[in-house]
């Protein structure tokens, strides 16, 4: 054989990973970087689940949207969402096809780990005023100290009037803290493992120090601010939802402004791209769905979370109304569980196993399994699927690529995937590739999030 034959027989015949640089035109990076800023604004205004479903709502309502409620009449070409209790959210849009077709699902999740404050949070020690927490989702937690710090949340009054709090995002708010230990006197912390370090109960948010009266009073100083600022009193915090999120914006990262960092791109980079492609869609032949879920960080259990029937129960009754059998909707169905992966670090390439890790810059990633120790809680998507998806994005130009997150008994992790699946609904994992997933600043690329986009809208319009 000559070089020419070599080189053909190996396109012919072996695999390859590409980087989206080399397979996107001028044009197609101009949108890439439009649709980055479009959604470093998102994240910026969305640290909450409140926050994105709010957002979102506001944004399927100028789409063209309306609120769906459970019984009410349904037509081809409309376009719903249902907004569960403020903290979850169903987008869908009914097409023109029989709904036992199936359903094109696409599920995010809009919650991201942070630290929250306890029901009695508020004390003061050393003649400083803190908060106590219990942080939500998994997180290293000396990561989460001397950083500067926002508040956002809700309390509910005694009078059962709500208050919703965001103090520490705008340059003139004060940010909060919490502390570490000097160096100079760390000798005893320094010797204990990475996890140990800082225990939970060290997470205390410092949120003041000026005495009320004689030099003392630190306690009730912070509650009579507070009290003057929102009319809450400390019994109030008892009924609230009050959580500590970097106080960060999203910046681009490096010379060449390929990368983004902010806070919980863990799961709102892919919930951002999912939103848009049904936001713009137009008189779909399947019946397409976004869901946006809570409580993925913590399981997905509760009404708001993945594993709640809120989701068969919309299922059920759009079936219902146009006269499908929802058994044989959710059999025809077809779901990404839109959550991200790590990519591939080489300051840690040791945890990855490299010829099966998503690589920055290779498109959105595709994730047959997650789970760990022998596959253990995932739900795996079929070659059938996993087949259908690869060709979809042939077609419509959209550079993917598979990744497994770490190497075989390195650790793991699971998604939403499994819960959707356990319904009866054909699913695969696909997102944009993570550096520095969980920590409080994290790192996403650009193409990798453009490429997201483009995978769901082929996916809801095909
Ligand atoms: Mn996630
Ligand atoms: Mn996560």
């Known amino acids: 054989m000559n070089e020419l034959e070599v080189k053909e027989l190996k396109k012919k015949l072996l ?12 044009e197609e990076e101009k949108e890439m970087e439009a649709f980055a800023s479009d959604y470093s604004k998102f994240i910026d205004a969305c640290k909450t689940e409140r926050e994105a479903v709010k957002f979102a709502v506001e944004e399927a309502e100028k789409a063209g949207f309306s609120e769906y409620k459970f019984g009410q009449e349904i037509k081809k070409g409309g376009k719903y969402y249902y907004n569960n209790r403020g903290k979850s959210l169903t987008l869908f849009v009914i097409g023109s096809e029989r709904l036992e077709n199936g359903i094109r699902i696409s599920a995010a999740h809009i919650d991201s780990p942070r630290i929250d404050l306890k029901q009695h949070p508020l004390y003061e020690e050393g003649e400083m005023g803190f908060f106590k927490t219990h942080y939500y989702g998994g997180i290293k937690k000396y990561q989460w100290t001397a950083i500067p710090l926002a508040l956002h949340g809700k ?8 208050v919703d709090i965001v103090i520490g995002e705008d340059d003139s708010d004060p940010v909060f803290y919490i502390n570490d230990l000097l160096p100079h006197l760390a000798k005893d912390q320094v010797s204990k493992s990475l996890g140990e370090g800082i225990p939970g109960e060290k997470l205390n948010i410092l949120i003041g120090s000026r005495p009320l009266y004689e030099g003392k009073e630190i306690k009730l100083a912070l509650m009579k601010l507070i009290n ?18 970097p106080a960060f914006k999203a910046r681009d990262v490096g010379f060449d402004r390929s990368l983004i960092a902010a806070y919980g791109h863990d799961d709102r980079v892919c919930a951002y791209p999912a939103l848009r492609s049904i936001l713009e869609i137009q008189n779909p032949e399947n019946t397409v769905m976004v869901i946006l879920a809570d ?16 989701f068969c129960d919309i299922i059920k009754d759009i079936s219902a109304t146009l006269g499908a059998n929802e058994g044989a909707v959710r059999a025809a169905s077809i779901c990404l569980s839109a959550d991200v992966n790590a990519a591939f670090d080489p300051n840690f390439g040791e945890v990855y196993e490299s010829r099966n890790s998503s690589f920055i810059n290779h498109g959105v990633v595709m994730t047959k399994f997650t789970g760990s120790r022998g596959k253990s809680g995932t739900s795996d998507a079929d070659a059938e699927f996993v087949g259908y998806v690869r060709n979809l994005f ?3 130009g959209v550079v993917w690529q598979t990744g497994e997150l770490g190497k075989v008994d390195q650790g793991g992790g699971g998604t939403v995937a499994v819960y959707i699946a356990n319904k009866n609904i054909t699913v695969v994992d696909l997102g944009v590739p993570v550096i520095s997933m969980h920590a409080p600043y994290e790192v996403i690329s650009k193409a990798d999030l453009y490429m997201t986009y483009k995978a769901f809208k082929a996916f809801a319009n095909n």
């Open 15 to 26: 695999g390859e990973s590409k980087n989206v640089y080399a397979c996107i035109n001028e």
């Open 155 to 162: 309390v509910i009054k005694s009078d059962n009037t709500q």
């Open 394 to 396: 042939d077609r419509e």
């Open 228 to 245: 003057e600022k929102y009319g809450i009193v400390e019994d109030d915090f008892i009924s609230a939802e009050l959580t500590a999120v």
């Open 295 to 310: 409580k993925e960080e913590v399981g997905s259990g509760g009404s708001t979370g993945m594993q709640s029937e809120l």
